[in-house]
């Protein structure tokens, strides 16, 4: 069965600090993402990498930065945390470049105070 | 460029009843479409997907949508709504990331359907 798994289910953290967002699929799969999700506007795109070391920026980078060591790991960190970075962030991962479905983690919903 | 719209942000229907959830979909490409679900507290699950064979889609659970293109249209149906359907629904459209030849989703913001018992 596939399988995403995100690090934490919840996550409070102080303005300023460093904050790292693990995620690891069990599926072999190339390409892995990292949305964000707010209320009203769905889910943005962050970064996505389609290979180890690989990385894209996706439609909302500003502030994060990403990390693929590992084919079964795409890490997220926030340098700094603001308070504008309160959400919920979701991993996603995909097999292939020409198959569509993306498997999803449960989320990490974190909180800046 | 892709966008796509849902044009209710919540619906709320009675078990046992019709659902409908609203698409519409803009790409410079030739789509394809997806539905995911989102039930509480749970990551998203793909409900279906609209590849450009059959223009009518079945997915899990009861769920069908058709593509119409002359529409640009994606909505989401059901004959009779359950108790489980209660989630929140996002449409979603695909598109080529030309520098690598790979596949982006960008998804509509979500419609909430609560079920009236």
């Known amino acids: 069965d596939v399988k995403v798994t995100q690090s934490s289910r919840y996550l409070v953290k102080r303005t300023g600090e460093k904050v790292f967002l693990e995620c690891v699929q069990d599926m072999d799969h190339e390409n892995m993402f990292w949305y964000r999700q707010d209320p009203g506007l769905g889910l943005r795109l962050i970064y996505f990498s389609y290979d180890v070391k690989m990385k894209e920026k996706g439609d909302i980078p500003e502030g994060y930065s990403v990390s693929r060591e590992k084919k079964e790991r795409f890490s997220l960190i926030l340098e700094s945390a603001s308070t504008n970075q309160t959400s919920m962030y979701l991993c996603?991962?995909?097999?292939?470049?020409?198959?569509?479905?993306?498997?999803f983690g449960p989320g990490t919903r974190l909180t800046v105070t | 460029a892709q966008s796509v719209t849902q044009l209710d942000s919540h619906v709320s229907v009675s078990e046992g009843t019709p659902v409908l959830l609203r698409c519409n979909y803009s790409s410079s490409y030739s789509p394809s479409l997806f539905w995911y679900v989102q039930h509480p507290n749970k990551g998203l699950q793909l409900l279906l997907k609209y590849t450009s064979a059959a223009t009518l889609v079945k997915g899990i659970n009861g769920f069908e949508a058709e593509f119409k293109k002359s529409e640009t249209s994606f909505h989401l149906t059901k004959p009779s709504a359950h108790m489980s359907d209660a989630a929140e629904y996002f449409c979603v459209v695909s598109a080529f990331i030309s520098n690598f030849g790979n596949e982006k989703l960008t998804f509509g913001t979500g419609t909430r359907l609560t079920i009236i018992p």
């Open positions: 996603a991962s995909q097999s292939g470049r020409w198959t569509y479905e993306q498997y």
